[in-house]
T-cell receptor, first 118, second 114 residues
Framework: EPEVTQTPSHQVTQMGQEVILHCVPISNHLYFYWYRQILGQKVEFLVSFYNNEISEKSEIFDDQFSVERPDGSNFTLKIRSTKLEDSAMYFC????????????????FGQGTRLTVV | DQQVKQNSPSLSVQEGRISILNCDYTNSMFDYFLWYKKYPAEGPTFLISISSIKDKNEDGRFTVFLNKSAKHLSLHIVPSQPGDSAVYFCAAQRGSGNTGKLIFGQGTTLQVKP
């Protein structure tokens, strides 16, 4: 079964450092997302990406964050100058695989990257 | 942002009985509602969805009911099995083709006792 793959599974970083979280979406999917879940809170939407550009972003996704699809298979989330409150599980998701009817599919999520900012 | 709410943080049921998980929403413009299941250290896994134009969708042991007038949906699992023990998230989405962002509820932890 196709799956979304995220690396690393756990990242520890010093406050103020930059981190890049990596994702390999399902190969024929067209829409890509990042979500995060701070411990004890709900899963929150960060950003969606389609056709090599951001299609929607939340208030959380400020200038500290950026996304990129550098090579047609990877989808990365960069967090510049990390803060303690960036500590969370970050989930990548993809959807929009082309079925025979050309319809999208439900979002498939990766297993997440736990980011700990110390 | 409290557009999707799951007011019960936890639910415990006996194996073989029915589990009913509830979800309320405030935005009448949502087009799809989805249920995801999440085990510890894993990402959310899609379970079942329903279009806003329907009131019921069934897939095996899982049935989702939508009451648009009450802005309420529920997930029924029958019979419940110990392997169903997980956190269940209700999510809502706008737009066609299931490509819009998902707005999640807080989740309900289901424990199914053998």
């Amino acid at each position: 079964e196709p799956e979304v793959t995220q690396t690393p599974s756990h990242q520890v970083t010093q406050m103020g450092q930059e981190v890049i979280l990596h994702c390999v979406p399902i190969s024929n999917h067209l829409y890509f997302y990042w979500y995060r879940q701070i411990l004890g809170q709900k899963v929150e939407f960060l950003v969606s990406f389609y056709n090599n550009e951001i299609s929607e972003k939340s208030e959380i996704f400020d200038d500290q964050f950026s996304v990129e699809r550098p090579d047609g298979s990877n989808f990365t989330l960069k967090i510049r100058s990390t803060k303690l409150e960036d500590s969370a599980m970050y989930f990548c998701a993809s959807t929009g695989g082309l079925t025979g009817a050309g319809l999208g599919t439900e979002a498939f999520f990766g297993q997440g990257t736990r980011l700990t900012v110390v | 942002d409290q557009q999707v709410k799951q007011n019960s943080p936890s639910l415990s049921v006996q194996e073989g009985r029915i589990s009913i998980l509830n979800c309320d929403y405030t935005n009448s413009m949502f087009d799809y509602f989805l249920w995801y299941k999440k085990y510890p250290a894993e990402g959310p896994t899609f379970l079942i969805s329903i279009s806003s134009i329907k009131d019921k969708n069934e897939d095996g042991r899982f049935t989702v009911f939508l009451n648009k007038s009450a802005k309420h949906l529920s997930l029924h699992i029958v019979p419940s099995q110990p392997g169903d023990s997980a956190v269940y998230f209700c999510a809502a989405q706008r737009g066609s083709g299931n490509t819009g962002k998902l707005i999640f509820g807080q989740g309900t932890t289901l424990q199914v006792k053998p």
